[in-house]
């Protein structure tokens, strides 16, 4: 088996329950502003975000622009007046103290620390990204967290990884491989990039293209059993 020298982590949704902590932090927002919290909110919030976060990926916009631009467009969308400069100030804060994580990922970064070095490569914002690092129990197994806000340029695009290698000490691409659940930002921008990647597929979804990747895992235990 390739024996690799680093193992690069996706942040949400490979490592981080996004999911959860999305729901959570976006109904605290709302309380902070005063507006009472429908549940048909996060559907309606994660349909432009998504979207939003897509143009990222596609070099049309940058993550700066998503911060106030997904809730001016909730707002507008829920027929709510308020500010989404507060609102986006008020999330990306409660968000960040959203540290909860995928089943098993603090054990399986635990077993491989030692054996690879560990960094995560995260399309996100820095205040989430690096606050809700800085309060997790992995905290010390990630030896460099790459954030397209910080750097200018997100997955999937060559630039992206250009830095992050170069953060990384310019290891050799056959050492190095990438885990995340984002098909088009981990997988397709790993791949494109000559690195190898492991498509962390919970929800055993269909492959998108047929693009050739190193491994499919349906659970992060998956992957300290074959790594080892």
Partial sequence: MQRYQWLLFDADGTLFDFERAEGTALEQAFGLIGVTFDPGYLATYQHINQALWQAVERGEITPGVVKIKRFELLLQAIGVDSSAAALSANYLECLAACSELIEDASEVLQAL???????????????VQR????????RDHIADIIISEEIGFAKPAKEFFDIAMARLGHPSLREVLMIGDGWTSDIQGAVQYGIHACWYNPGKKPRPTALEITREIASLRELVEWLE
């Fill in 113 to 127: 620390q030692g054996k690879y070095r560990i960094a995560i490569l995260t399309n996100g914002l820095q205040v």
């Fill in 131 to 138: 606050g809700r690092l800085a309060r997790s129990v992995i």
